[in-house]
């Protein structure tokens, strides 16, 4: 669940990324309005940085046994 | 006679000769595992799971069985009208006493079965829905972790490896070996399908096998691999055979990738590609808030421009003029009628002077008053004998008594 979660958010983030660049760039906001959105951009691609950094290069081969799920490193 | 017939050895019982045809029917190598070919008629599956039907052509016909395990072992459907190559046995039903065959093995007629059997489950499938477009899931952008349903060993384990990692560094690969080919090998992967949605560790799953025949790949056309995908919570990337190998499997996976490296392809983004796009955000944020704040500040110089912020005085001035402009016209407006207000005195005046009785007076002329009423005598009639009166002149006024009165009293 919380690999799912955090996939979306990714995804979301860079949705909602596209989406503040257009409206900052419409010039329809008040100029707390425009602070706020850039601040909210901002946070997000720093957001977005640290998710793609956050991964750690693993390849295992997973076995069930007895009920249970073993993850062995995978020997090419 | 019946008595005669009776006692005659020859005579055997129903059962006696049944059994003698069947022996002597199935100790016949010809009739055993002999090929016929035929029209299937009559199709009937019973509830204990053997098949009976009918084998024909134009002028003949024969009942035909087909054990349960046997027709587990027929990847096809067989069903009426079809035309199958049977390998069978003659035999006989005692009870009846009827001939069948037994089918030991079928073919489709013209086509290997394996085809027919493809062809089979994908119209059976497709019908059921399981290719629409509308159960296809997304492709994750950056899957944290993908799933990798192969042959342990080989190029396409190795290919899926080198190409996910060389495009992004930090790769997570889960692989769940399995035989890609033979017996057991499309419950493997449906297993592997189903242990990734059940333990829920991958946000994608790779279903991939090197190229082979059309029988290597058949696991992937099973039904249960099918229903595995399609069951799958978690997105699938297929990745049969060559490119031009088509595979059940393929038809139902969210996405069928041509290769195994073309499905890592599809399941790893370009980290750089990555790295930039959002360093392109970065820029795009600090560049629209600039224009954002310039456009801010154009409204701004905008409104500071109007003259009114500009030359506040401007109204005050403008006001005091509309003052003064009041004002000349009002002391316009004062001379005007002072100076009509004059010329009408000064012809009054005039006039006045005209009818002044002092002008008269001037001219030698004198008026006379009653001494004691003070009226003016204008007629002889208002005069009498003896009468006091004023006589005024131009410089004064001389007191006089009337002596005589001449003239009729009648004014003129």
């Given at each position: 669940?919380?690999?799912?979660e955090?996939?979306?958010?990714y995804?979301?983030?860079?949705?909602?990324?596209?989406?503040?660049?257009?409206?900052?760039?419409?010039?329809?906001?008040?100029l707390?309005?425009s602070?706020d959105?850039f601040?909210?951009?901002?946070e997000l691609?720093?957001?977005?940085?640290?998710?793609?950094?956050?991964?750690?290069k693993?390849?295992?081969?997973?076995?069930?046994?007895?009920?249970?799920?073993v993850?062995?490193?995978?020997?090419? | 006679?019946?008595?005669?017939?009776?006692?005659?050895?020859?005579?055997?019982t129903?059962?006696?000769l049944?059994n003698?045809?069947?022996?002597?029917?199935?100790?016949?190598?010809l009739?055993q595992?002999?090929?016929?070919?035929?029209?299937i008629?009559?199709y009937?599956?019973?509830?204990?799971?053997?098949?009976?039907?009918?084998?024909?052509?134009?002028?003949?016909s024969?009942?035909?069985t087909m054990?349960?395990?046997t027709?587990a072992?027929?990847?096809f459907?067989?069903?009426?009208g079809?035309m199958?190559?049977?390998s069978?046995?003659?035999?006989?039903?005692?009870?009846?006493?009827?001939?069948?065959l037994?089918?030991?093995?079928?073919?489709p007629?013209?086509?290997?079965g394996l085809h027919?059997?493809?062809?089979?489950?994908?119209?059976?499938?497709?019908?059921?829905?399981?290719?629409?477009?509308?159960?296809?899931?997304?492709?994750?952008t950056?899957?944290k972790?993908?799933?990798?349903?192969t042959s342990?060993?080989?190029?396409?384990i190795?290919?899926?490896?080198?190409?996910?990692?060389?495009?992004?560094?930090?790769?997570?690969?889960?692989?769940?070996?399995v035989?890609v080919?033979?017996?057991?090998?499309?419950?493997q992967?449906?297993?592997a399908?189903?242990?990734?949605n059940?333990?829920?560790n991958v946000?994608?799953?790779i279903i991939?096998?090197?190229?082979?025949?059309?029988?290597?790949?058949?696991s992937?056309?099973?039904?249960?691999?099918?229903?595995?995908?399609f069951?799958?919570?978690?997105p699938v990337?297929?990745?049969?055979?060559?490119?031009?190998?088509?595979t059940?499997?393929?038809?139902?996976?969210?996405?069928?990738?041509?290769?195994?490296?073309?499905?890592?392809e599809?399941?790893?983004?370009?980290?750089?590609?990555?790295v930039?796009?959002?360093?392109?955000?970065?820029?795009?944020?600090r560049?629209s808030?600039?224009?954002?704040?310039?456009?801010k500040?154009?409204?701004?110089?905008?409104?500071?421009?109007?003259?009114?912020?500009k030359?506040?005085?401007?109204?005050v001035?403008?006001?005091?003029?509309?003052?003064?402009q009041l004002m000349?016209?009002?002391?316009m407006?004062?001379?005007n009628?002072?100076?009509?207000?004059?010329?009408?005195?000064s012809?009054?005046?005039?006039?006045?002077?005209a009818?002044?009785p002092?002008?008269?007076l001037?001219r030698?002329?004198?008026?006379?008053t009653?001494?004691?009423?003070?009226?003016?005598?204008?007629?002889?009639?208002?005069?009498?004998?003896?009468?006091?009166?004023?006589?005024?002149?131009?410089?004064?006024?001389?007191?006089?008594?009337?002596?005589?009165?001449?003239g009729?009293?009648?004014?003129?």
């Amino acid at each position: 669940m919380a690999t799912k979660e955090t996939k979306k958010t990714y995804e979301e983030a860079m949705k909602r990324l596209e989406e503040i660049v257009e409206k900052l760039d419409s010039g329809e906001f008040t100029l707390d309005e425009s602070m706020d959105l850039f601040k909210e951009g901002v946070e997000l691609t720093k957001f977005c940085n640290e998710k793609l950094n956050d991964y750690e290069k693993t390849i295992t081969k997973l076995v069930e046994k007895q009920g249970e799920l073993v993850e062995e490193p995978f020997d090419e | 006679m019946a008595t005669n017939y009776n006692s005659n050895n020859n005579v055997v019982t129903v059962s006696r000769l049944v059994n003698y045809i069947k022996k002597y029917l199935e100790s016949n190598n010809l009739l055993q595992g002999v090929s016929v070919k035929g029209e299937i008629s009559n199709y009937r599956l019973s509830q204990n799971g053997h098949v009976y039907f009918t084998l024909k052509d134009a002028d003949a016909s024969i009942d035909c069985t087909m054990w349960k395990s046997t027709r587990a072992k027929i990847k096809f459907e067989p069903e009426t009208g079809l035309m199958v190559v049977v390998s069978a046995s003659v035999t006989v039903y005692v009870a009846s006493g009827k001939m069948h065959l037994i089918i030991e093995s079928m073919e489709p007629d013209g086509i290997g079965g394996l085809h027919l059997a493809f062809e089979q489950m994908k119209a059976k499938l497709e019908k059921e829905g399981l290719f629409d477009e509308r159960y296809k899931k997304p492709i994750p952008t950056l899957p944290k972790a993908v799933g990798v349903v192969t042959s342990p060993t080989g190029s396409v384990i190795r290919d899926i490896i080198n190409v996910s990692t060389r495009r992004f560094k930090n790769a997570v690969l889960k692989i769940i070996p399995v035989a890609v080919q033979g017996e057991g090998s499309a419950e493997q992967v449906a297993n592997a399908v189903n242990l990734f949605n059940k333990y829920n560790n991958v946000d994608l799953i790779i279903i991939a096998r090197g190229g082979g025949s059309f029988e290597d790949l058949f696991s992937f056309n099973e039904e249960i691999v099918a229903r595995s995908i399609f069951a799958s919570k978690i997105p699938v990337i297929s990745a049969i055979g060559h490119e031009t190998d088509f595979t059940i499997a393929d038809f139902v996976a969210d996405r069928r990738a041509p290769t195994p490296s073309a499905a890592a392809e599809l399941a790893f983004p370009v980290f750089d590609d990555l790295v930039e796009q959002i360093h392109s955000f970065d820029l795009a944020l600090r560049r629209s808030l600039k224009n954002s704040i310039s456009i801010k500040r154009r409204q701004l110089e905008h409104v500071q421009n109007a003259s009114c912020f500009k030359y506040p005085l401007n109204i005050v001035m403008q006001e005091s003029r509309q003052i003064e402009q009041l004002m000349k016209r009002l002391g316009m407006l004062g001379r005007n009628r002072l100076e009509r207000a004059r010329a009408t005195l000064s012809k009054n005046s005039g006039q006045l002077n005209a009818l002044s009785p002092l002008t008269v007076l001037a001219r030698g002329y004198g008026v006379l008053t009653d001494k004691e009423m003070g009226k003016p005598i204008l007629s002889v009639a208002q005069a009498k004998k003896g009468q006091k009166i004023e006589v005024l002149l131009k410089d004064g006024s001389i007191d006089a008594t009337i002596d005589e009165i001449r003239g009729t009293g009648n004014g003129n």
